[in-house]
Every structure is written in structure tokens, then in C-alpha cells.
């Protein structure tokens, strides 16, 4: 059973391009991707939320009725609700009540693969679980399993607010830990000549297939929302030969819990790192406009909203191909984009121009003369160099190979511990 409540801010309608039933329509689908049967729903229209209970007394008896009536497991809540809200209407209506967040952190529990997935929805759990624990003893100790129990401590939450406090504390450390190999990895990477392009876009955008099609990996594409949390890295060649590195991350979604963007900052800084961002958009979705509106706030959360970013119509299948000639010639006029390209990856089409379009776009990696001495021991240094620099000079002596090469940014980036100062005598 699904509980909306409209309530619009300062200068705003209820939803952006969302009305009431369609909002619930992307709750239901979540709950269902949980694994939930949805028994009925029901919106209510106030100026205000009741501080109490979120809803109007007589709304909270007739939820309550209704889902005596069904023999609802829980009643779920599109719209936050806090601790005091949550505890008054579990005591209420008499059964568990959860709210979009905690559905959103039960399905990334489902999701999360690796050990890092599992500590960052740990950690999004228990941060959101903490305020909630007061007054909740009793009842959390009642807690068997299912939605909005998942992950930790269904058996452990009414230990004291010490011990949870303690274990955040550990997750953050043990993240820090994740973030800091991570940053090792991403910095071996980039000391290969091959630049990063992200992937981004709402959940069920088709990022995965799109991966799946470029790179010829096996990802995980569902398509029930957030399919895939963890994040892939797999090498793209473009139409020159030229070699990127393509990531796959986590989509994104309207009211996305602060507490996981954070949890995943370790995850996201994939994209904050990359050279560029390939925003997937579901040419298809009524809702296009308000999830690109959507992913730009999030990216600018994370401070990539000043990323080179192609934007990318994804399942053009689905619609009229002049629709889709149509969104991609709006999209280009209203500026703001490196490129903008219309594909299904499902089908396969559009991926050659896609190709095309990355490359243009990424940002230049420009050439450059540098003198070098490759000691003698280093001859994987100067096999290095003659794979992926032009040599322009070369005198053997004693102390190793000097060396004038041409070289892009990212060459001369790996080999700077061997750089020499040019002879004071000679001009490039």
C-alpha cells in the first residue's frame, strides 16, 4: 500500500513534470523491484504536513482500515517521513510503516556485489536507522525480515545508540580505506595515456545495456531499477584506435536519500574523476526533461555539473523517428552539451555515431616536446616511450638514454620523474 502526499514548495507545482498518480506509479515499481505486491494506494492533497503524522487524522483511519482490510505487511510512504512521524504512525495504523528512503536503501541492499557496495549501504542504513532508534526498541526487536529490515542489525538494532555510533564510525574508516586504494587504482590508470568517460543517467536509463554494447562486457542490465550499484571499468576503442576507459556507475533518482549519495561518494567519484560524461536519457520516459533535470542536480552535488557531457537518447526504438530527430535537434539547440546523439543500445543503433561523438568531444590531451633521461635499467620506460611518443632526438651515454620526444599530456604525466631541464644553449 502506497501513501502520497501532495505538498508543493515556494514557487513550485507538486512534482515538477510527476502528478500525484505518476509518483506513485515510480514508488509502486520500486516496491515491486523490492519484491512487494502493491494492495492499493492513495494520495491526499494538504497545504502543510501534519507535524504528527505527515497525513490528516481522518486520512491516518482510513489508511488504517484500508490496510486492515488488505492484510497489508506495511504501509509505504513516497513522501519522507521523520522518526517522530514514523514511530506515531506505526503506533497508529498498527504495522510497520516505512518511507521512500528506506525502501530505496532495502533495494541497494538487494543490489550491492562487492564488499565496498555492502559497506556503503551499510553505512546509508544505519545513518538513516540511528535517529530512528529512540522509543523503537520493542518494536524493532519484533522485526523477522522483509522490506525496510534488510541489511544490518535486524537482530542487533536495539543495541544502545553507543555501539551503532561505533560501528558507523568503523564503516567510515573502512571506506576511507576504499576510497584511498580506489584513488591509487584511478591514479595507475590515468598514468596510462587512456582518459575516463562515465557513464550517468536516471535509474533504468539503460545505462548497463549501453556498456554491455560498447564494450562487449556482461553487466548486469535489468530492468528493475538500480540493477547495478557497483561500478565496471572496461577499455572502449574509439574510430581512430584511440583507447578510453569506459565506467559503468549507479543511476540515479528523484528524492535520492542524501545519506547514499554520500555512502557512494566513493563509488561517484568515478565520475567526478572522468574526463567526460555520457548522460543516458530514456528518449522514451513522459518524465525525460524532469529525470535530466534530475541526474544535473546530482551531478552538481558532486560537483560535476562543469564535466564535458554528451548527452545520450537512449531506446529511440521506442518512439517515432521523427520524435527522436526532434529531441536531439531541442537538445542541441538549448545548448549546454558537447554533443547530442539519439541510439537504442538494445538494438544496436547509433553506436558508430556514439563512437564519433566521444571522440570529438573529449577534452584535447595535447602534445608537447620533453627532454628525458631513461636510465639504463629502465628499458620499459624507453619502450614506453617509442609505443606512444614520437622520438625526436636520441644520444646514448653513460648514464643512460637522452631523449627529445613529442608526447601527449598524459605520456609526459607517467615519465615526469625522468625529465631533464632543456640544454640552456638549445631551443625547440
Do not use: C
Amino acid at each position: 500500500m502506497g501513501v502520497d502526499l501532495r505538498q508543493p514548495g515556494p514557487g513550485e507545482d507538486f512534482v515538477g513534470d510527476y502528478t500525484a498518480e505518476e509518483s506513485l506509479e515510480e514508488l509502486a515499481e520500486l516496491a515491486e523491484g523490492a519484491g512487494a505486491e502493491v494492495l492499493g494506494q492513495t494520495i491526499q492533497a494538504r497545504d502543510r504536513a501534519e507535524p504528527a503524522t505527515l497525513i490528516g487524522s481522518g486520512k491516518v483511519d482510513e489508511v488504517k482500515a484500508w490496510a486492515a482490510a488488505v492484510d497489508a505487511d506495511f504501509v509505504l510512504f513516497d513522501n519522507p517521513l521523520t522518526p517522530t512521524q514514523q514511530r506515531n504512525l506505526e503506533k497508529a495504523l498498527d504495522r510497520r510503516t516505512i518511507d521512500r528512503t528506506q525502501l530505496i536503501l532495502d533495494i541497494f541492499a538487494r543490489h550491492a556485489r562487492t564488499r565496498e557496495g555492502q559497506l556503503q549501504v551499510e553505512l546509508a542504513q544505519l545513518s538513516y536507522l540511528l535517529p530512528r532508534l529512540t522509543g523503537r526498541g520493542i518494536a524493532l526487536s519484533r522485526l523477522g525480515g522483509g522490506i525496510g529490515t534488510r541489511g544490518p542489525g535486524e537482530t542487533k538494532l536495539e543495541t544502545d545508540r553507543r555501539r551503532i555510533s561505533i560501528r558507523i564510525d568503523k564503516l567510515k574508516a573502512d571506506l576511507e580505506r576504499v576510497r584511498s586504494t580506489r584513488d591509487l587504482q584511478r591514479k595507475k590508470r590515468t598514468a596510462v595515456p587512456l582518459s575516463t568517460v562515465a557513464l550517468a543517467g536516471y535509474t533504468n536509463a539503460g545505462k548497463s545495456t549501453l556498456f554491455n554494447a560498447l564494450t562487449a562486457a556482461h553487466v548486469l542490465a535489468d530492468k528493475k531499477m538500480f540493477a547495478t550499484l557497483d561500478p565496471t571499468i572496461r577499455t572502449l576503442e574509439l574510430p581512430s584506435r584511440r583507447r578510453v576507459l569506459l565506467s559503468d556507475t549507479v543511476g540515479f533518482i528523484r528524492k535520492l536519500p542524501t545519506a547514499l549519495v554520500q555512502a557512494f561518494r566513493a563509488t561517484l567519484e568515478e565520475v567526478t574523476q572522468a574526463a567526460m560524461i555520457l548522460h543516458v536519457v530514456d528518449l522514451s520516459s513522459p518524465h525525460r526533461r524532469e529525470q535530466m533535470r534530475e541526474v544535473d542536480r546530482i551531478l552538481g552535488e558532486l560537483d560535476a555539473a562543469d564535466k564535458a557531457q554528451l548527452l545520450v537518447l537512449n531506446k529511440a526504438d521506442l518512439v517515432e523517428p521523427d520524435l527522436a530527430a526532434a529531441a536531439v535537434e531541442a537538445e542541441r539547440m538549448a545548448g549546454g552539451r558537447a554533443a547530442v546523439v539519439s541510439i537504442s543500445a538494445a538494438r544496436g543503433l547509433g553506436l558508430p555515431e556514439l563512437a564519433a561523438a566521444i571522440e570529438a568531444a573529449l577534452p584535447d590531451d595535447p602534445l608537447a616536446q620533453e627532454r628525458y633521461l631513461i636510465p639504463h635499467d629502465a628499458g620499459d620506460k624507453l619502450h614506453f616511450l617509442y609505443e606512444n611518443a614520437r622520438v625526436l632526438e636520441r644520444e646514448d651515454g653513460e648514464d643512460g638514454v637522452r631523449l627529445l620526444v613529442e608526447a601527449s599530456q598524459s605520456v609526459r604525466r607517467r615519465l615526469e620523474a625522468f625529465a631533464v631541464p632543456e640544454p640552456a644553449s638549445s631551443t625547440r
